[in-house]
């Protein structure tokens, strides 16, 4: 998606070799305009494939993926990383390790907003392992429900997250994907 890949180029910073810090438009401050953007080409990609949810992991999927969910006409949800009072019972679950963050966390998500005639759509910010996206395939399987791909706004090229959500049969979408970081130049793949 040449808009979001243009705006990569001239604010994403580097940090290291590996990080791509994008804090000024997608996971700190939020360009809404943009996020919209994003969100109609999302939802064009996945039309007519019978997505009846749109599922995304809190936090910094959330923007993007309240914009494919009003363009699509489904209902979104968020998935939690922790459980609260009110959030305790008739639960799904699976531990999730994010490698970069090097944390783990019970991803959670209601019995409630989940039934075997879902048909899911994944959205998320990164895919860089994929353990994220592996989590909530986890919890959708769980219920019986099937999923209709995962997009992501930034795929790292460079990390194993398609191959390991391509080799459980999920269709990956990334609107940018990047081969590797130089140590000044972020080089996309095309
Ligand atoms: P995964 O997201 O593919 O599962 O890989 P991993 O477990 O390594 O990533 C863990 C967290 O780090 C995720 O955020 C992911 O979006 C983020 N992340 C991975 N690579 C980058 C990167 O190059 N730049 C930035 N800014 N983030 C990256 P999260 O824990 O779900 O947090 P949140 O930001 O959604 O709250």
Known sequence: MDALKERIKAEGKLLGEDILKVDSFINHQ?????????GRDIAEHFQGQGVTKIFTIESSGIAPAVFAARYMGVPLVILKKRSSKTLSQNLWQTEVISYTKDVSYELTLSKDYISDQDHILI???????????????????????????????????????????????VAVYAQTRISHCGEHEIVFAE
């Open 30 to 38: 939020v360009d809404v305009e943009l996020m919209e953007a994003i």
């Open 123 to 169: 959205v998320d910010d990164f895919l860089a392992n994929g353990e994220a996206a592996t989590g909530a395939l986890r919890l959708i399987r769980k219920a019986h429900a099937t999923v209709a791909g995962l997009a992501v706004l930034i795929e790292k090229v460079y990390q194993p997250g398609r191959a390991k959500l391509e080799e459980q049969g």
